[in-house]
């Protein structure tokens, strides 16, 4: 059974920062590109990032380029969102996708359940 | 606002059919797939139609989806008030590099 299992949530203060961790089980996780995507409250989907399979290729939405960073590490089954220079605005739950096929439109098979962020003082 | 355009809210009896259409450009819709959410509330979202047109093992047919040039349209049979929760499109933006969501639709079933 696929499962992905976000964790690192919390609250942090403005400027702060906050590393998210999505464990991945149940399939070969090496093979599968991976989204971020999140859920400011009573809001709708925002994407925030991607990664390939090898991280050869990491994209960004403007709204947190330059502030966040995407990594995986395929040996322990695992994806992460480094956050920075946290903002009110980045308040949201934070959900880890796999993307169902090797290109870039095929949409997200399996979500986790997400892991909140709340950036407040 | 977001890049893709959804009604916000949708509404039809039990039993009734509904679609939910999904409008886009030429650098996100037209040149891409376009892929479904559902949303229930509380809930993360779950896949329901990817490829414009495809549904995943376990998605039962009363979903369908479609897609003409840069809008697609997501449509749902036979209503059960188990259908009522958030509907999002989304797809790949060729010129941003990124994934865009429609900004959702509210589905109630009355």
């Known amino acids: 059974e696929v499962q992905l299992v976000e964790s690192g949530g919390g609250l942090v203060k403005p400027g702060g920062s906050l590393r998210l961790s999505c464990a991945a089980s149940?399939?070969?996780?090496?093979?599968?590109?991976m989204n971020w995507v999140r859920q400011a409250p009573g809001k709708g989907l925002e994407w925030v990032s991607s990664?390939?399979?090898?991280?050869?290729?990491?994209y960004y939405a403007d709204s947190v380029k330059g502030r966040f960073a995407i990594s995986r590490d395929n040996a322990k089954n695992s994806l992460y969102l480094q956050m920075n220079s946290l903002r009110d605005d980045d308040t949201a739950v934070y959900y880890c996708?796999?993307?169902?096929?090797?290109?870039?439109?095929?949409?997200?098979?399996?979500w986790g359940q997400g892991t909140l962020v709340t950036v407040s003082s | 606002q977001s890049v893709l355009t959804q009604p916000p809210s949708v509404s039809a009896a039990p039993g009734q059919k509904v679609t939910i259409s999904c409008s886009g450009s030429?650098?996100?819709?037209?040149?891409?797939?376009v892929s479904w959410y559902q949303q229930l509330p509380g809930t993360a979202p779950k896949l329901l139609i990817y490829?414009?047109?495809k549904r995943p093992s376990g998605i039962p047919d009363r979903f369908s989806g479609s897609k003409s040039g840069t809008s697609a349209t997501l449509g749902i049979a036979g209503l059960q008030t188990g259908d009522e929760a958030d509907y999002y499109c989304?797809?790949?933006?060729?010129?941003?590099?990124?994934?865009?969501f429609g900004g959702g639709t509210k589905l109630t079933v009355l």
């Open positions: 989304g797809t790949w933006d060729s010129s941003l590099s990124g994934w865009v």
């Open positions: 996708a796999r993307i169902r096929s090797y290109y870039d439109s095929s949409g997200s098979d399996y």
């Open positions: 490829d414009n047109n």
């Open positions: 990664i390939s399979t090898t991280s050869d290729y990491i």
């Open positions: 030429s650098s996100n819709i037209g040149n891409n797939y």
């Open positions: 149940g399939f070969i996780f090496s093979s599968y590109s």
